[in-house]
T-cell receptor
Framework: SQQGEEDPQALSIQEGENATMNCSYK?????LQWYRQNSGRGLVHLIL?????REKHSGRLRVTLDTSKKSSSLLITASRAADTASYFCATDAGSEKLVFGKGTKLTVNP | ETGVTQSPTHLIKTRGQQVTLRCSSQSGHNTVSWYQQALGQGPQFIFQYYREEENGRGNFPPRFSGLQFPNYSSELNVNALELDDSALYLC???????????????FGPGTRLTVL
């Protein structure tokens, strides 16, 4: 079963715009991670935020976590065509596994 | 590049056959997890191995089995293949394990399995 649910399922923006993706989950977590996947290939880890953190930055990425609402958001600023990919949130609920959502498909148009 | 490799890249099998997929983790990574990703879905956890022992299993039947070797390689074996087993199979390694918490996973490029 999928714990995380990303929203929206698909997002299309112009180069230079910001992209925001949201993730909701159901149970308490140790951490929440965001991954990127290009064209059905392997996943690339983007950022990990622990349950006691509220915001984290990495380059053009900003992740927030609201444990009271069981939700997280990923913001990509000044998007580029190379950011076109599927983005997944994954939660670690302490069971030695990650539970992934269905992903948001982002298209950045040049 | 994560340093995690998988073989083969693509594989076509028929129903009822058996398949072995291979993964080579980064040196020093004592934990490997396997995931199944159906088209248009997120990865689903199959199982995890930590120091050559199974350390957690998802909702997959016993015909999905695995092995982890001391040289940082691992295998996923699937018996009695079914059409629904067609998917991208991903392995992911991590330098931490056995702590009850899952940190950053380093994924391989995956093996695309098609069952006819």
């Amino acid at each position: 079963s999928q714990q995380g649910e990303e929203d929206p399922q698909a997002l299309s923006i112009q180069e230079g715009e910001n992209a925001t993706m949201n993730c909701s989950y159901k149970t308490s977590i140790n951490n929440l991670q965001w991954y990127r996947q290009n064209s059905g290939r392997g996943l690339v880890h983007l950022i990990l935020i622990r349950s006691n953190e509220r915001e984290k930055h990495s380059g053009r990425l900003r992740v927030t976590l609201d444990t009271s609402k069981k939700s997280s958001s990923l913001l990509i600023t000044a998007s580029r065509a190379a950011d076109t990919a599927s983005y997944f949130c994954a939660t670690d609920a302490g069971s030695e596994k990650l539970v992934f959502g269905k992903g948001t498909k982002l298209t950045v148009n040049p | 590049e994560t340093g995690v490799t998988q073989s083969p890249t693509h594989l076509i099998k028929t129903r009822g056959q058996q398949v072995t997929l291979r993964c080579s983790s980064q040196s020093g990574h004592n934990t490997v997890s396997w995931y199944q990703q159906a088209l248009g879905q997120g990865p689903q956890f199959i199982f995890q191995y930590y120091r050559e022992e199974e350390n957690g299993r998802g909702n997959f039947p016993p015909r999905f089995s695995g092995l982890q070797f001391p040289n940082y390689s691992s295998e996923l074996n699937v018996n009695a293949l079914e059409l629904d087993d067609s998917a991208l199979y991903l392995c992911a390694s991590s330098p931490t394990g056995g702590t009850g918490s899952t940190d950053t996973q380093y994924f391989g490029p995956g093996t695309r399995l098609t069952v006819l």
